[in-house]
């Protein structure tokens, strides 16, 4: 370790580091990667025309449209994970040239672990994806939205405030809402972005789409989707939210962020199958799956009180 720049040691995406200039120097890219790195650095976001082939996106639509009402407003308005059920939204989550991208700028291995279907704009306000996942080391997440047709004006755009992903993570405690397992309080955080985004004076962007188009962004972006004003028009498109190798991750929503008890996620790679063991600083964690939470089992991280109880039942000593 002596030789390793203390910006090199810092346990963050290299993209999102204070040190990113400089780290930039030592990196051996192109003129156009340099220029993409910078600008997902700078502004939080990355746009790529036409990653995604059209063929591949209208097998994919065929066999998803079945899954979906009508008319806007029905139910269901999304499918989480159809990938479980269809090869094709599988294989949209796994794409290399989009893998290429994620590992530039990340410098890990991307883990693609769930997936978002939409028939119709979902017209939500403004999030950070910090709120449902995280990461220790932090931001190591990130999302991807393909467009699977045009998105325009009319359907319910997405929208995203530039550069807002160089503010701190926001969770449930910071602003006074205890950790829950349903969405009562959810409108509570959403009034807060809003009036932060404004008090801090960021500017909301819309952002329009041609089919086969794809959006990355750093998962502290705050972003949402703009009301659909065409009446009963689609926007078809998929969301895939990655993570990357040796991390812990975690729901902070469903977390008591003040004692560190962390409601693990038990993550499934969506381009392999397989289940992706937590780590720290490269070493493994262990878990505990106490129904509805998973906790880790580190001298960094403590367990609820009654969860130790239980285990010392079990095991006939303190768990640790």
């Known amino acids: 370790m002596k030789n390793v720049s203390v910006a090199q040691r810092m346990n963050l995406p290299w993209v999102e580091s204070p040190f990113f200039d400089d780290l930039l120097l030592k990196k051996d890219l192109t003129p156009e990667q340099r220029e993409m790195v ?147 309080e959810y409108h509570n955080y959403e009034d807060f972005m809003e009036e932060f985004m404004e008090a801090k004076g960021y500017l909301r962007q819309e952002i329009h789409m041609q089919k086969g188009d794809v959006l990355i962004w750093s998962s502290n972006l705050a972003h949402g989707g703009m009301p659909i004003k065409g009446g009963n028009v689609t926007r078809w498109s998929q969301v895939t939210h990655y993570y990357f190798e040796g991390c812990m991750y975690y729901s902070p929503r469903f977390s008591d962020m003040f004692s560190k008890n962390l409601n693990l996620r038990h993550v499934i790679n969506i381009a392999t199958g397989k289940v992706v063991q937590h780590s720290e600083n490269g070493k493994s964690i262990e878990t505990i799956n106490t129904g509805n939470f998973r906790y880790a089992v580190s001298h960094n991280f403590t367990l609820p009180v009654l969860v130790k109880e239980v285990l010392k039942k079990i095991i006939g000593k303190k768990p640790f």
């Open 38 to 184: 910078t600008h997902y650095n700078r502004e939080g976001f990355l746009v790529l025309r036409q990653q995604v082939a059209h063929e591949l996106i209208d097998r994919t639509l065929r066999e998803i449209e079945g899954e979906y009402p009508a008319t806007v407003g029905e139910d269901p308005t999304r499918h989480q994970d159809l990938w479980k059920k269809y090869g094709t939204v599988r294989e949209l989550a796994s794409q290399p040239q989009i893998f290429d991208v994620l590992r530039m700028l990340y410098d890990r291995e991307p883990v693609p672990f769930q997936t978002l279907n939409f028939k119709f704009g979902t017209q939500q306000r403004a999030h950070s994806d910090t709120i449902h996942f995280s990461s220790t080391p932090a931001r190591f997440m990130c999302g991807v939205w393909v467009a699977l047709e045009e998105t325009n004006a009319t359907n319910g755009p997405l929208f995203y405030y530039p550069r807002s992903h160089r503010q701190e993570e926001f969770n449930y405690f910071d602003i006074g809402i205890e950790a829950e397992e349903n969405y009562a």
